[in-house]
């Protein structure tokens, strides 16, 4: 198998000050060791670990924010589900269908409400910034559309349950119209998920959550894909520590409190950068 350079900052020492040293390596797959066991019983909680650390900060900057982190998390359980009914629909049984659409319509139920309660009690103007004030109308923008196509996904799902296992058997959840809407809402709820953050924390925030936090939850945690950290280590590392220095060595001012987490975080990342060179 045919080599590959990873930028890789790896842990190397550990000294008194808390530095560390990151050479490049230039290595081979075979090299690094990627054992199912070591994937399972250490690397996976780490990882798994570091993505609740992440919305943890979120939570923290602004209590808010966990509705917002709630509203993303519905929104991705419905699209999980109905790429799982279109997995397994055309083999599966009706009930079994039936199950699914019911999970599908149960979670967007819970959105709807969810987005209604948070727009009526929680995107207040006091003692907010004018760019905090503008930050809130579009979030509320943001919000009126997902729960617009939500009730389009409502109605579709509700149509779909009533007539399915009957002569009116409709095509309406095989066309790419629910597909389309599940996936503009997806990416909406990830919009907006860092919006209640001050000005100077968004960037930084957003940047790491496509580059790191966001591969790390979907390809690795969520589909137990341990081949996409060995074929995207380097990418991954370079957005970490991108992230770590940004955080930790700029003026953005990170509260101790959370810049502390972020440590934690980064020797977390660091350990799996070392159990993944030990041979």
Request: aromatic letters at 10%.
């Amino acid at each position: 198998m045919k080599s590959f350079l990873i930028v890789l900052f790896c842990l190397v020492t550990f000294p008194t000050n808390g530095t560390v040293n990151y050479p490049y390596y230039h290595l081979k797959r075979k090299d690094l060791n990627m054992k199912p066991a070591v994937f399972r019983r250490y690397i996976r909680p780490q990882l798994r670990s570091i993505v609740r650390e992440y919305f943890h900060i979120l939570k923290k900057l602004d209590p808010y924010q966990e509705n917002l982190i709630n509203l993303w998390s519905n929104v991705q359980k419905l699209n999980d589900l109905w790429v799982k009914w279109k997995l397994e629909c055309p083999v599966a049984t009706d009930d079994v269908c039936k199950s699914t659409l019911k999970e599908i319509y149960i979670e967007s139920r819970k959105l709807d409400l969810l987005t209604l309660d948070f727009q009526r009690n929680n995107l207040g103007f006091k003692k907010k910034s004018n760019d905090s004030i503008d930050n809130v109308i579009k979030l509320s923008t943001s919000l009126d559309n997902i729960h617009n196509m939500n009730y389009k996904v409502l109605h579709i799902v509700e149509e779909a349950m009533m007539i399915r296992g009957t002569p009116y058997k409709s095509n309406a959840l095989l066309n790419e119209s629910l597909t389309s809407l599940l996936h503009e809402m997806l990416v909406n709820s990830e919009l907006i998920m860092s919006s209640l953050l001050e000005k100077q924390f968004r960037p930084v925030f957003d940047l790491v959550w496509t580059s790191f936090i966001k591969k790390i939850d979907r390809n690795i945690l969520f589909k137990g894909n341990e081949d996409f950290l060995v074929t995207h280590l380097g990418d991954l590392n370079m957005a970490w520590n991108t992230f770590h220095m940004k955080v930790s060595k700029s003026d953005l001012r990170l509260p101790k409190s959370q810049l502390q987490i972020v440590t934690i975080m980064h020797n977390r990342w660091n350990s799996v950068l070392k159990v993944l060179l030990r041979h």
